[in-house]
């Protein structure tokens, strides 16, 4: 990731005038919306079949359009949007959608709880409407990036998590318009398993990262028969147990 | 109007997750039990989601791999660990797995 430079103005030779609006975006915030975008356009790229695999899958399920293409961006969670209309196109009902979808998305109050600090010293407004956008992507690019600024912070956070949005939810759209028209069998769903395998190699910083993996793994693949979408949940308390054990002894 | 119902459960749920210890609770109240096995979470869920993800829904019994599958998660696993490019690693992946998926 490149290395932010804090611009500065220069007011050296500036004539006296009125204070600019607030509405001009500050140097930090340009630059932080600028690395934002920057981060972000590889991993956006990586996930555009992902979004369109999700689209195809709408179409071909029981789940309205309308729905499914509304789905992407007030959930703004791909994996939790195919587990829920995978419930609710095996006939489950909306409130065992609604779990399965907690259930996968039971990691974001732990990304929520890494990255606290960087919302402890934002506006009330940002604590409340920020930790909407917290994501895979978004949690793993944040807390790779150092910089304290809480202005920075917010502009970085809100062109990351917007460029990913807007285009998830595009292909998303794009996927139901072109599902009646793709071929079965190419192979696009594959996007989905490689793209959380590459995921969760840069997740496995140490052995206890390792050993929750693979463990979280090996019990999901136990517990697969467990209804609900409850072999997932087995398999995240299972590996989170697992590495926080593995750490203590090592 | 179950889809309906079943998004805005999982919205409201979702956004309750999200903001629990941005906004509602003070992380550091938590058990330093809970707070160490938190960390492994991303780990574990990731590799978890693999594993549903390969068995489309059909339980146990959709999990079984084919060569191509396998050959692509390696390109996947070994392109991601070497390059630390997520979009590396994807286009690794796509390309062995239509490789091995068009020789077999």
């Known amino acids: 990731m490149s290395t932010l430079v804090r611009e500065r103005p220069d007011h050296r030779d500036a004539p006296a005038a009125p204070a600019p609006p607030t509405t001009t975006p500050s140097p930090t915030r340009a630059a932080g919306a600028r690395a934002g975008l920057r981060d972000m356009v590889p991993v956006t790229v990586a996930i555009i079949p992902f979004a369109m695999v999700l689209g195809v899958t709408i179409d071909a399920s029981v789940v309205p359009d309308l729905v499914g293409a509304v789905m992407a961006p007030v959930l703004y969670a791909g994996s939790a949007n195919f587990a829920a209309i995978s419930v609710v196109d095996a006939g489950g009902t909306a409130l065992t959608a609604a779990f399965t979808a907690l259930v996968v998305n039971v990691r974001f109050t732990m990304y929520g709880a890494a990255l606290a600090h960087r919302f402890r010293d934002q506006p009330r407004w940002f604590r409340w409407l920020g930790p909407w956008f917290i994501i895979d992507q978004t949690f793993a690019l944040s807390s790779a990036r150092a910089e304290p600024d809480p202005a920075w912070f917010r502009a970085y956070w809100f062109a990351a998590a917007g460029l990913i949005g807007i285009v998830f939810t595009a292909m998303a759209v794009v996927g139901i318009l072109l599902g009646p028209i793709v071929p079965s069998g190419i192979g696009l769903e594959f996007t989905v398993p490689a793209m959380f395998v590459a995921l969760g190699v840069s997740q496995v910083r140490d052995r206890p990262a390792l050993a929750a993996a693979v463990a979280g793994a090996s019990v999901t693949a136990l517990a697969l028969d467990l209804p609900h979408g409850l072999g997932l949940l087995a398999g995240a308390v299972a590996g989170a147990t697992t590495g926080a054990v593995a750490r203590r002894m090592s | ?104």
């Not at chain 2, 058990?31 to 594993?51: F, M, N």
């Not at chain 2, 396998?70 to 796509?94: E, F, Y």
């Open chain 2, 1 to 104: 109007m179950t889809a309906t119902f079943a998004l805005i459960g999982a919205a409201a749920g979702s956004y309750v997750l999200r903001i629990a210890f941005v906004t509602l609770i003070d992380v550091e109240r938590l058990p330093d039990a809970v707070r160490e096995a938190l960390r492994y979470v991303g780990p574990a869920v990731t590799a978890a989601i693999v594993v549903t993800s390969l068995a489309h829904g059909e339980g146990r019994a959709g999990l079984h791999l084919s060569a191509a599958q396998v050959t692509g998660l390696l390109a996947a696993a070994v392109t991601a660990w070497r390059t630390g490019s997520l979009l590396w690693a994807l286009g690794a992946a796509m390309g062995s797995f239509t490789l091995v998926g068009l020789l077999l």
